[in-house]
Each structure stands twice: as structure tokens, then as C-alpha cells.
């Protein structure tokens, strides 16, 4: 990958994670009645650590860096064709690893909804960034 790659990445993935704080901001209601915890449990759980959030981040890192390789390997090109193997990644492998273990956990199909949810916008718009990024001169 070139520098210029690289830099697409970690944009994609900064974006990525900026809708996840959006995200989980604006569904919080919904997301702490389908982890079956209130936000003073999990303030008492992770107290001021940042853990979650940088290993959040890395593994959205590692997301990226995966979906640009598909890019690269299926040599798709443009924001639109970016978005659409974003779309496809995040649907069908996160969807469907999630949905396989929601499943034999019995969690409920609004969380499903929830986390699938924002990993396909994340990865539709990091796919756009990347795809786009790697048409330009």
C-alpha cells in the first residue's frame, strides 16, 4: 500500500468511529435496553478507563485496512463501487457473524439491528472514503 493508502485508511477510520459516537449516542436508550444495563452500570464497570475506545478503534483500524484490501484485490474503483463493497462487507460478514451469535446468546433482534446498523453506514462511508481516495490523481 502506498502512504497515500495508508492515509485514506486512517481517515476512513476516524470518520468510522466519529458515527459510531454519533450512533450510539442518538440509539443510547435503545442500545443499554438490549445490553440489559443502565449507564451508571457501565460507568461502575469501566470507570474512567479508555480501553473501550482504543480497542475500539484499533479493531475499526484493522475493518478499514481489511476493507481496503478487498477494494484493492476486486480493483474496484470510484466512492460509489467503495461504498457498495463497504455496504457488502458490513451486511453480510458483520451481520452475519453477529446474527450467528446473537442467536445461541438470545439477544434481541433491536440490538442486532443497532450494532449491524452502524458497522454498514461505518463501513459503506470508509468504503467510499477508500474507494474515492484511491481514484484520485
Not at 470507570?47 to 480497542?55: A, E, N, T
Not at 463497504?86 to 458483520?94: N, Q, T
Request: proline share 4%; net charge positive.
Amino acid at each position: 500500500m502506498s502512504a497515500r493508502q495508508h492515509l485514506a485508511v486512517i481517515v476512513a477510520a476516524i470518520v468510522y468511529f466519529a458515527i459510531g459516537a454519533a450512533w450510539y449516542t442518538i440509539l443510547s436508550v435503545p442500545w443499554l435496553a438490549g445490553i440489559g444495563k443502565s449507564m451508571d452500570q457501565l460507568r461502575a464497570e469501566v470507570g474512567p478507563s479508555p480501553l473501550p475506545y482504543i480497542v475500539g478503534f484499533v479493531a475499526i483500524v484493522v475493518l478499514c485496512y481489511a476493507l481496503a484490501w478487498f477494494i484493492g484485490r476486486t480493483h474496484t474503483a470510484g466512492a460509489a463501487a467503495g461504498a457498495k463493497m463497504g455496504f457488502v462487507v458490513g451486511l453480510v460478514v458483520i451481520g452475519g457473524a453477529l446474527a450467528l451469535n446473537y442467536g445461541f446468546e438470545w439477544r434481541p433482534v433491536t440490538l442486532w439491528l443497532i450494532n449491524v446498523g452502524y458497522d454498514v453506514i461505518g463501513l459503506l462511508v470508509a468504503g467510499a472514503i477508500i474507494g474515492g481516495w484511491n481514484t484520485r490523481a
